[in-house]
């Protein structure tokens, strides 16, 4: 149980960090370079991306992005795995007790990307519950 256990922590906490470059990554490309747009991050975190914040923000792409973010990462959510919409929390906790445990395995993925999309794009959303699911 213990060896089990190990390696259900281990590809958890690979996953989570996964995610989190992944994600980092998606908002320096789509935010920083195409809007312009490259707020500081929380304080104590490191930069995985270092940004120069020295370009003109693109007024209309703070509008653009989010939307067409949220259009994609909902497309792919819905049409790949319907589980993973919500932020997560709720999904892991379903799965444990109405599904015997059973999360499909496309599911970490579809998160990841909905997620990062989303993320990426300035939308609204946190990391928690996301990397409860993908840790589920």
Avoid: N
């Amino acid at each position: 149980m213990a060896g089990l256990a190990i390696v259900v922590g281990f590809v958890a906490g690979a996953g989570a960090v996964g995610f989190e470059y992944l994600s980092q990554w998606a908002f320096h490309l789509i935010m920083d370079q195409l809007v312009g747009y490259a707020p500081s991050g929380p304080h104590g975190e490191a930069e995985l991306l270092h940004s120069e914040g020295t370009r003109q923000i693109v007024l209309w792409g703070l509008i653009v992005a989010p939307t067409l973010g949220g259009l994609v990462s909902g497309f792919i959510c819905f049409r790949y795995a319907p589980e993973a919409k919500g932020h997560g929390t709720d999904a892991a906790i379903e799965a444990y007790h109405h599904k015997g445990g059973a999360v499909r395995a496309r599911v970490p993925f579809v998160k990841s990307i909905t997620t990062a999309i989303t993320l990426g794009t300035g939308g609204s959303g946190g990391r928690e519950g996301p990397i409860a699911q993908i840790g589920a």
